[in-house]
């Protein structure tokens, strides 16, 4: 109800914006024609001061404001040219009125290009006549004037007259050529429409049918003509037609509707704006190759374990050795030599696969002596990347064996990240947003950014008009207040539900087929159908929000990560503190896919990823990847914060939309309505935690949690029914809440009633 009225309100101002400026274009249009006329007469009053004299009168028909600004856009500045700006104030009009689409802004730049090069030109033009001086300063008015007579100063006569046609011809072809092929292709599409016309007339004309109908066949199948002998009289054929049932539709002329129309011209940034980082890479040397190879040989031997055969597999970070033990050996007896293989070989980091998964080999991963990097250039420009049909795909860096690895968040559906602080989850975040801002178009995906550090996607900001997502009147595009986090997941889960609805009325599954239909004009937008972008909400710091907001956080994420594969919303969450109480069982079980970079303790990698070996990762982009039932050890594709910022600006230079994505509005109200902590019912110690957090003046769940020797969970909740009740403000992280009612009296007053 709150948002229709807004909508309303919108349109009104809209509305009356529109009829304003039609009105503003036509007093100008009739000031600057009457001026025409009376410009000598109406000379002394500019010069009087015309406009502070009350007893002063204009022979303009628009008085003496109309004199005034027409003394200044025609005498004083662009002369006749002038005459663009009440159409240009026109089309203003038109665009709020919303009559015909305009775009605003190049038309304000062509507007004042013309009135400037139509002003010099008329200046020189109109040099040569008698009208030199009309107006004051001539046709061209006293800007053209002073521009002209410096051209000529500089470059002559002839110079000035040749500059002027090339700029004017420069100016004027492209618009005739445009005018010209649009006039062909709009005569071709007629034609191509009787044509069809034509035929269709043709198919269903009755005495057709009839003429086409009188052919037989005999019973051996050859045909009989009109004018051969026939044993009987034919019979009168009736006129058969088959009906053709077309599904809803809102337009049957137009056959498929493109999502790119109004950004038709958006380019994807070019890889040129990213390093190669040539300097940085290194292959694996055939003498470290040998060395590692020698050393576990020996070590094996060491414990009476025979093998077969060793075969190295370098990488950009680690090299896998896979070794064919002799007949005999149990994979056992090799496992319990991890840490003997580690002390012998001296490596900063080991990792034992035993055995290899599809393959009757054991793996040991062995950190290279120096490790190389895998620029985000390289694996962008890879035919796997350009040629991917995945719809949301991200390139998350190298295996072992140097291919690219590549994963579809849509299938995912949606993606945890964690490790230590400095390991690379950052880079990891970008790099995700790197593979879908250079693969996605911003028709076909929304991006959610939350950044409670304020700092590592604060530069995606510029971005707004083009691939975010927010909700209605927020000021900033990245989410950093908890309170805001909180509004756009519930904002997100009514956007879920609302497209459910609308899969149910389609008789659709998933956003795929949803979409299909709708560009194939199947479903009828005047029926609510829309066409519906991914969208991609990512999460950085993930256990700032757990500690903060808790619950209300856990809650509409849990849904949105339950049910938002179908309706093309995906999660992607991060975090520095992999430990249970952050990634709880609910969590875990809502993200089956899990990136794990180096963690500090066993107990954290099983947190992750069930078991224990992202403690033996390296560090700086190495990370473990369970997207299945199998681990894969990849190097983090590197992108650096001036490359993001080359990428960002490319992309913001464009044409963009009005506006960030507008997500479905969501107020206290709705969270009260849809999310109630209280069940309607306060705790038993509600009124003494009031005049609990009234005596020490602040109002944190830690008070109540030491002075009533509570869990977190019923302090959470009691304060929840306090900001309910209007005691205590909303959340403000981890600073206290703001005290609504801050003294004895007013809270014995609150009671009272």
Aim: with cysteine.
């Amino acid at each position: 109800m709150a948002s229709d009225k807004k909508q309303r309100i919108r349109d009104n101002f809209r509305l009356i914006t529109g009829w304003l400026f039609l009105a503003v274009g036509l007093y100008l249009l009739t000031a600057f024609v009457s001026y025409l006329f009376t410009w000598t007469v109406d000379q002394s009053l500019l010069s009087q001061g015309g406009l502070s004299d009350p007893q002063a009168e204009a022979a303009n028909s628009t008085g003496l404001i109309g004199n005034y600004w027409s003394n200044l856009f025609i005498g004083e500045l662009f002369g006749i040219s002038a005459f663009i700006i009440p159409f240009f104030f026109a089309a203003l009009a038109v665009f709020l009125l919303r009559i015909k689409k305009i775009r605003i802004i190049p038309l304000f730049f062509i507007t004042l290009f013309v009135c400037i090069i139509l002003s010099v030109s008329l200046g020189y033009i109109f040099s040569f006549t008698s009208l030199e001086y009309v107006f004051g300063a001539g046709v061209g008015g006293t800007y053209g004037y002073r521009v002209n007579e410096w051209l000529i100063s500089m470059l002559g006569t002839v110079g000035t007259g040749v500059v002027l046609f090339f700029v004017l011809t420069a100016f004027i072809v492209p618009f005739v050529y445009r005018w010209i092929h649009k006039r062909k292709t709009i005569a071709e599409a007629n034609q191509e429409t009787d044509r069809v016309q034509e035929t269709v007339i043709h198919k269903h004309d009755p005495e057709t049918i009839t003429e086409t109908t009188t052919e037989t066949k005999t019973p051996t199948g050859d045909p009989v003509r009109q004018n051969e002998p026939r044993e009987t009289e034919p019979t009168e054929q009736p006129v058969f037609e088959v009906e053709k049932i077309q599904e809803e539709s809102t337009a049957g002329d137009m056959l498929f509707y493109d999502p790119k129309q109004d950004l038709s011209r958006y380019r994807k940034p070019p890889l040129s704006l990213l390093e190669d980082y040539r300097n940085q890479l290194r292959e694996v040397s055939q003498d470290e190759l040998e060395r590692n190879n020698q050393k576990i040989v020996e070590c094996l031997r060491t414990f009476d374990i025979q093998i077969e055969k060793i075969v190295a597999t370098p990488g950009p970070t680690v090299t896998l050795y896979k070794i064919v033990l002799s007949p005999g050996i149990r994979i056992s007896q090799f496992t319990r030599l991890e840490d003997d293989i580690m002390l012998s070989l001296a490596a900063r980091g080991m990792r034992v696969i035993a055995p290899i998964p599809g393959t009757n080999m054991v793996g040991i991963e062995v950190a290279n002596d120096k490790p190389s990097l895998v620029p985000m250039k390289s694996v962008l420009d890879s035919a796997k990347f350009k040629e991917s049909r995945y719809d949301l795909p991200i390139v998350m860096g190298k295996s072992i064996s140097n291919e690219i690895v590549m994963l579809d968040l849509a299938r995912l559906p949606h993606l945890l990240v964690a490790g230590a602080t400095g390991q690379g989850k950052s880079v990891a975040l970008n790099a995700i947003l790197a593979s879908l801002l250079y693969k996605m178009h911003p028709a076909y995906l929304k991006l959610v950014l939350v950044d409670p550090k304020r700092v590592e996607l604060n530069l995606y900001s510029k971005l707004e008009n083009h691939f975010l997502a927010k909700l209605p009147e927020a000021e900033n595009p990245i989410i950093i207040d908890t309170k805001k986090v909180v509004y756009t997941l519930n904002s997100l889960c009514i956007e879920m539900d609302a497209r459910l609805e609308l899969y149910n009325k389609a008789g659709v599954r998933n956003i795929k087929e949803y979409n299909k239909k709708f560009l194939e004009r199947v479903l009828n937008p005047l029926k609510g159908h829309r066409f519906m972008p991914f969208i991609v909400v990512i999460i950085d710091e993930f256990a700032d929000l757990i500690m903060t907001a808790g619950r209300d956080v856990e809650g509409p994420l849990t849904r949105l990560a339950q049910m938002g594969r179908a309706c093309g919303i995906h999660l992607v969450i991060a975090t520095q503190r992999p430990t249970t109480n952050i990634i709880t069982g609910t969590i875990k079980a809502n993200f089956p896919a899990r990136i794990a970079f180096r963690v500090a303790s066993k107990i954290d990698s099983r947190t992750i990823i069930d078991v224990s070996e992202a403690n033996q990762l390296v560090g700086r982009g190495d990370m473990l990847i369970s997207a299945g039932s199998d681990l894969l050890r990849v190097q983090c594709a590197f992108i650096d914060t001036p490359e993001v910022e080359r990428m960002v600006d490319f992309i913001a230079g464009q044409q963009g939309y009005p506006g960030a994505f507008e997500l479905p509005e969501y107020s206290e109200t709705d969270r009260q309505e849809v999310v109630s902590p209280t069940g309607g019912q306060r705790d038993e110690l509600f009124e003494e935690a009031a005049r609990l957090i009234i005596q020490n003046g602040e109002g944190s769940t830690s008070l109540l949690q030491r002075r009533f020797h509570l869990g977190y969970n019923r302090a959470g909740r009691i304060m929840d029914q306090l900001e309910e009740a209007g005691i205590v403000g909303p959340p403000r992280g981890s600073s206290p809440r703001e005290l609504l009612i801050n003294s004895q009296e007013m809270l014995d007053d609150f009671f009272s009633k």
